[in-house]
Nanobody
Framework: VQLQASGGGLVQAGGSLRLSCEASGRILRITRMGWYRQAPGKGRDLVAT???????DYSDSVKGRFTISRDSVNRAAHLQMNSLESEDTAVYYC?????????WGQGTLVTVSS
């Protein structure tokens, strides 16, 4: 099973980016999908998660600016990021959970210039 994350890049503060994560390989009944991020010199933090019935949760720092969604047919998760701030600069990782196992993507870098 591999998760391929894409969509990162360089953007000015106030701009938007859309991250995507697609799963390939034998992975059945994905329950929770999520996005995490790791800023330089810091630990990996939760950004947003979404369950199989599309219930979403967000960290306080991104609430109202980011939107997580999922496409269960295509086994993909997306993160729409609006009103980006310099503090959002980080490597973003996607995670998918299935049958008590976790799968992580390789990370995609988001850089927000002020």
């Amino acid at each position: 099973v591999q998760l391929q994350a894409s969509g990162g890049g360089l953007v000015q503060a106030g701009g938007s980016l859309r991250l995507s994560c697609e799963a390939s390989g034998r992975i059945l009944r994905i329950t929770r999908m999520g996005w995490y991020r790791q800023a330089p010199g810091k630990g990996r933090d939760l950004v947003a998660t979404i369950t199989s019935d599309h219930r979403a949760d967000y960290s306080d720092s991104v609430k109202g600016r980011f939107t997580i969604s999922r496409d269960s047919v295509n086994r993909a998760a997306h993160l729409q990021m609006n009103s980006l701030e310099s503090e959002d600069t980080a490597v973003y990782y996607c995670k998918m959970e299935a049958f008590n196992r976790e799968y992580w993507g390789q990370g995609t870098l988001v850089t927000v210039s002020s």
